[in-house]
């Protein structure tokens, strides 16, 4: 099993970046999939799930409006779309498959100017 995360960098607040999460070794189109974060000297954070047809989402308040999860199942992907990006996204993210507890390494995300 492999997930791999890309697309992480520096971005200026107010700033977008998509993030993706690239599976394998397991069925992707039947699992949901999430993503999380972890702040400096923070626990991790849900931050967004998906269902495994794509058909439901689901997003904590914090990124609610500004963030946008998606998947591609014909190419084992899971996407993170942030926008108006501040401050405070600044973290480690990380996608995971929840049924079975499958993490990827992780992506740094800097947000400042």
């Known amino acids: 099993v492999q997930l791999v995360e890309s697309g992480g960098g520096?971005?200026?607040?107010?700033?977008?970046?998509?993030l993706s999460c690239a599976a394998s070794g397991f069925t992707f189109s039947s699992s949901?999939?999430?993503?999380?974060?972890?702040?400096?000297?923070k626990g991790r954070e849900l931050v967004a799930s998906i269902s495994g047809t794509g058909s439901r989402t689901d997003y904590?308040?914090?990124?609610?409006?500004?963030?946008?999860?998606s998947r591609?199942?014909?190419?084992?992907?899971?996407?993170?779309?942030?926008?108006?990006?501040?401050p405070e996204d600044t973290a480690v993210y990380y996608c995971k498959e929840p049924y079975n507890g499958?993490?990827?390494?992780?992506?740094?995300?800097?947000?400042?100017?």
């Not at 520096?10 to 998509?18: A, D, I, M, N, T």
């Not at 904590?60 to 999860?69: C, E, H, L, W, Y």
Request: charged letters at 10%; a positive charge; proline letters at 5%.
């Open 60 to 69: 904590s308040d914090s990124v609610k409006g500004r963030f946008t999860i």
């Open 32 to 41: 949901p999939m999430t993503w999380y974060r972890q702040a400096p000297g």
């Open 102 to 113: 499958y993490w990827g390494q992780g992506t740094q995300v800097t947000v400042s100017s």
């Open 10 to 18: 520096l971005v200026q607040p107010g700033g977008s970046l998509r």
């Open 72 to 86: 591609n199942n014909a190419l084992n992907t899971v996407y993170l779309q942030m926008n108006s990006l501040k």
